[in-house]
């Protein structure tokens, strides 16, 4: 399983950005994609997920504000961020969690870079 993150940037606070997530090579089920962040000396953390049946979830940090979709068709999950703010500053990874063998597995992205100047 392979994923592509891109889409990262600098913009200014109330600007938005839009993250892809392209999810390849993968000959196991796809359960769900999700988006975590990373910002400098701080834990990884939860942004947002979205299910194979569609089932969304989102930190509350970013509710109303941020929106995960996915378009089947392009193996590809999207994160929309809107109304950014400095302290959504961070490296943004996408995680797929596939079913293998009876198991979930969990893979990682590179990461894509987003910066939120004030």
């Known amino acids: 399983v392979q994923l592509q993150a891109s889409g990262g940037g600098l913009v200014q606070a109330g600007e938005s950005l839009r993250l892809s997530c392209v999810v390849s090579?993968?000959?196991?089920?796809?359960?769900?994609v999700a988006w975590h962040r990373q910002a400098p000396g701080q834990q990884r953390e939860l942004v947002a997920g979205?299910?194979?049946?569609?089932?969304?979830d989102y930190a509350d940090s970013v509710k109303g504000r941020f929106t995960i979709s996915r378009d089947t068709a392009k193996n590809t999950v999207y994160l929309q961020m809107n109304s950014l703010k400095p302290e959504d500053t961070a490296r943004y990874y996408c995680?797929?969690?596939?079913?293998?063998?009876?198991?979930?597995?969990?893979?990682w992205g590179q990461g894509t870079l987003v910066t939120v100047s004030s």
């Open positions: 979205i299910t194979s049946d569609d089932t969304t």
């Open positions: 090579k993968s000959p196991f089920s796809i359960k769900a």
């Open positions: 995680n797929a969690r596939a079913a293998v063998l009876g198991d979930i597995k969990g893979y």
